[in-house]
C-alpha cells in the first residue's frame, strides 16, 4: 500500500484536494495509483480537464492527498504514455486531449435560441446596444466611446503603486456604501474646480457610472410616488431605457437650437425631466440662457432636473457652460462619471441629490451592492488631488479637436447638403440630411454597418418626427480611418455601395 503514515495531529485536518474534489479515502486498499489515474482520465475525458489546462504540480498534489509524491508521478506517467498528459518544463504539466472516445450524450430537443434583437429597429430593446457592440467593424464611428487608447496607463500604475503601498490593511475591507471618504472630497475638489459646483463631500454618493445613477434615482423617485420623468427628444436612447425600466413613462420633450423647450415639458405634467444642457445628446445644442431661466423658473415651482453632464469636460470652440446644479441644488440631482474622460470599463461616477432624497438614494444603493471597489477608488481621488487628471484632459482636447475637424472636412467631401450639429463640443457629431434622402437613416447604418462602417441612426434616439441622420463618434478614431468611413457613407448615399 502506498499511503504515507499519518499522525494524529496531521489527521486533524480532512486531506484532500479541491482539483477534482479528489479523497485519496475513496481509493480501495492497495490501488492508489490506479485509482489517480482512473480519475484523471475521466476527468479528461468528460471535459472537465479540456485541452491546454494544466495539472497541479506533482509535489502540490501529492501533498494535499497526503500521499507519497511517487504515486502522483506515476499516475501522471501513465497518461503521458496514453498521450492524455505532456511535460513543458516550467510550464508544467498541460492536458494534450482525450484518447478515448467519448459516447454521445442523450438526444434532447433543443430550445430554441432568444431572437437576436434587430439593428437599428424603429423601436430597439435594451439588446440592441449589446448587439451593436458585438458587431464586427472595421471602422468604428460610434458615438459615446472615449479614445480608449490614450487610457493614462503608466499615471494609473504610479497611482495604484502609491495607494498600495500606503494603505494600512484595514483599508481592505469594506468600504462605505457611500463611496471612499478621499474620492468623495476629490470629486467635490473637481466639480468646484471644473463645474463650479459647491458641494460638501457629504453630499457625494459614489456610482457604478450614469446607468446605475439612474437605476438609484429611478427607484427613489418611484417609491417617492414619480412615476414620470421626461426626456429630451432627440434624446439619448440607453438613458431613456435605463428610466423607463424604473419608471412608468418617460415622455418626449422636443428640443430646437436653444436646447429643450419647456412649454412642451410644462405641457407633459410631468413632476421631473431628464437634461443633458451642458451638450445635448445627440444634438450637440447647449441649453441657452432664455430657456435655462425658464427651466429654472419650472423647477422653482416644484420641478425635479436630473442634470446629465454629458461630455461637459471635452470642449474646444466655445466657454464652458455652468452647471445647473451650480444654480439650484435644491431642485437637482446631479451625475457625471469618468467613463468619457478616462473609460467606461472604471465603471465609476458619482450622485448628488437634494437633501429630501439623501437617505433614500444611499439605501438604494447599499442594497444595489454595498459601495464600489475601494481600490480603484482610491487610485482615482489620487489622480484628481495630483492634478494628473487635469493634465489627462489637457492631452485629449487638442487630439479630439483634430479627430473632430477630420470628421467636419470629410462630411464636406463626400456627404455634400449634409447638416453638422454640435461641433463645438463632446466626442460625437450629429449629421442630418435633407427629406429627399432616398432611405431611412436605419437603412443607411444598416448598409454602412454591412461595409464595414459602425454607426448609429438618429432615428434610434427619436420619437418625435425629425429628420434622417446619424450620430458619429470620433473621438476613438485615427483623421484616415474617419476620413474612410465617411467615404463609404458618400458612395451609400450615391447608391454606389
Known sequence: ???????????????????????????????????????????????????????????????????SR??????????TEEGRLAGRGRGGTVVLAAAVSVPPPPFVTPVPAAPEPALFAADPVPASFDALRAAPARIDLSPGVPDLAA??????????RAVLDALPAHEFGYGDPRGSAALRRAVARWLARNRGIGADPDEVLIVAGAAQALALLGQVFGRAGISEVAVEDPGS????????????????VPVDA??????ALRATGAPAVLLTPAHQFPTGVVLGGRRRRELLHWAGEGGLVIEDDYDAEHRYDRPPVPALRAVLPEQVCYMGSVSKLLAPALRTGWLL??????????????????????????????????????RHLRLLRPRHRRRRDAMIAAIGAHLPGAVVHGAAAGLHLTVTFPAGLGCGDAELATAALAHGVKVQPLSWHARLPHPPGLVLGYAAGTPGGIEEGIAVLGRLLRGQG
Open 151 to 160: 487610457f493614462p496607463r503608466a499615471a494609473w500604475l504610479r497611482a495604484e
Open 237 to 252: 436612447l440607453g438613458t431613456r431605457q435605463h428610466l423607463g425600466h424604473w419608471l412608468r413613462a418617460t415622455p418626449p
Open 258 to 263: 436653444e436646447g429643450i423647450r419647456v412649454d
Open 70 to 79: 511517487g504515486v502522483v508521478t506515476d499516475a501522471y506517467r501513465r497518461l
Open 1 to 67: 500500500m502506498n499511503r504515507s503514515k499519518v499522525t494524529p495531529a496531521q489527521g486533524s485536518i480532512t486531506a484532500g484536494a479541491d482539483f477534482l474534489q479528489l479523497d485519496a479515502a475513496d481509493a480501495p486498499p492497495g490501488g492508489l495509483g490506479d485509482w489517480l489515474a482512473h480519475r484523471l482520465r475521466e476527468a479528461i475525458s468528460d471535459g472537465r480537464l479540456p485541452a491546454g489546462s494544466r495539472v497541479p504540480a506533482t509535489r502540490v498534489l501529492a501533498a494535499e492527498l497526503r500521499i
Open 353 to 390: 441629490v437634494p437633501p429630501r432624497y439623501r437617505e433614500a438614494a444611499l439605501a438604494a444603493k447599499r442594497f444595489a451592492d454595498l459601495g464600489n471597489p475601494v481600490l480603484p477608488q482610491l487610485v482615482l481621488a489620487r489622480l484628481m488631488d495630483s492634478g494628473e487628471l487635469e
